[in-house]
T-cell receptor, first 114, second 115 residues
Framework: DTEVTQTPKHLVMGMTNKKSLKCEQH?????MYWYKQKAKKPPELMFV???????INESVPSRFSPECPNSSLLNLHLHALQPEDSALYLC?????????????FGDGTRLSIL | AQSVTQLDSHVSVSEGTPVLLRCNYS??????LFWYVQHPNKGLQLLLK??????LVKGINGFEAEFKKSETSFHLTKPSAHMSDAAEYFC?????????????FGTGTQLKVEL
């Protein structure tokens, strides 16, 4: 079992729907991340939050909207997605932003856009 | 800028034989290096990390890796493969940017373990 919990595990949505992905960690970590992973590829960083503030946005389209309500929770709001957005979305957390601190990953949400 | 090269996209071994997954990195300063494993339909699990302490790093499930600065390598090894080791393995280098901790991933090595 991972210490980073993501819900739902699977999500199918149409291009006009609005949905949210959720991520939760109770390790006291102060940095949280969203990644997108396509099949047979490594994860690609989307967003970084540090102390509940957005610190990195990797030029992600505005149809993806992150939110960090508190230090344990991270959401990713989805709206008007495209078929190419179908992927595994991974959440991760780390103790802080120091480069020698490993990131701990959840099992992801597999998203399919119809 | 830093980069990671995983030299083999696929490795196949027999159960009980040694595993070697190769990784070379490029970094302008003393790097932090990690190996992660990803089983099908799962997230990434940290196997081990190098953060400028001992050059031989021991991880979980019998894996270890040796940091060789002169060769800019961080190869992952295991003395005896088990069927449960079949998975995708990522070599990762960590970079500290203005906004935070960014990971640079290798392209991955798919490990197949045969009976």
């Amino acid at each position: 079992d991972t210490e980073v919990t993501q819900t739902p595990k699977h999500l199918v949505m149409g291009m006009t729907n609005k949905k949210s992905l959720k991520c939760e960690q109770h390790m006291g970590h102060r940095a949280m991340y969203w990644y997108k992973q396509k099949a047979k590829k490594p994860p690609e960083l989307m967003f970084v939050y540090s102390y509940e503030k957005l610190s990195i946005n990797e030029s992600v389209p505005s149809r993806f909207s992150p939110e960090c309500p508190n230090s344990s929770l991270l959401n990713l709001h989805l709206h008007a997605l495209q078929p190419e957005d179908s992927a595994l979305y991974l959440c991760a957390s780390s103790q802080g932003l120091e480069y020698n601190q490993p990131q701990h990953f959840g099992d992801g949400t597999r998203l399919s856009i119809l | 800028a830093q980069s990671v090269t995983q030299l083999d996209s696929h490795v196949s071994v027999s159960e009980g034989t040694p595993v070697l997954l190769r990784c070379n990195y490029s970094s302008s300063y003393s790097p932090s290096l990690f190996w992660y494993v990803q089983h099908p339909n799962k997230g990434l699990q940290l196997l081990l990390k190098y953060t400028s302490a001992a050059t031989l790093v021991k991880g979980i499930n019998g894996f270890e890796a040796e940091f060789k600065k002169s060769e800019t390598s961080f190869h992952l090894t295991k003395p005896s493969a088990h069927m449960s080791d079949a998975a995708e393995y990522f070599c990762v280098v960590s970079e500290l940017t203005g906004g935070g901790n960014k990971l640079t991933f290798g392209t991955g090595t798919q490990l197949k373990v045969e009976l």
